[in-house]
């Protein structure tokens, strides 16, 4: 699976973007899906994930309530709404897929270890 991740840039707190997770490859309406974000001079982190068999969602507590991930696996692209953007969400953003069929306890999904395909980083920046 190959990953392309757009959708990024510059934009003013409380404006809104949307990402896009494109898979080429192959399908990936089997793969439970994430996105991670990492700021200048920071750790990668965990930003939301969504399941491949029922569609459950998952986020960071920083972006609860602001931030939607989706899939539409008939165009096998995910998407990320993010909404109210603050300067703090400013990151390089990247989605990341898991092994095919894979059933994860909730807890793991924000581990980036276990994905194993990873699109290249969007960059979303956010000015005050």
């Known amino acids: 699976v190959q990953l392309q991740a757009s959708g990024g840039g510059l934009v003013q707190a409380g404006d809104s973007l949307r990402l896009s997770c494109a898979a080429s490859g192959r399908a990936f309406s089997k793969n439970n899906i994430a996105w991670f974000r990492q700021p200048p001079g920071k750790e990668r982190e965990f930003v939301a994930a969504?399941?491949?068999?029922?569609?459950?969602?998952y986020y960071a507590d920083s972006v609860k309530g602001r931030f939607t991930i989706s899939r539409d696996n008939a165009n096998n692209t995910v998407y990320l709404q993010m909404n109210s953007l603050k300067p703090e969400d400013t990151a390089a953003y990247y989605c990341?897929?898991?092994?095919?069929?894979?059933?994860?306890?909730?807890?793991?999904?924000?581990?980036?270890?276990?994905?194993?395909?990873w699109g290249q980083g969007t960059q979303v920046t956010v000015s005050s």
């Open positions: 969504i399941t491949w068999t029922d569609s459950s969602t």
């Open positions: 990341a897929a898991d092994g095919s069929f894979m059933r994860r306890y909730s807890g793991t999904l924000s581990q980036p270890a276990i994905y194993r395909y």
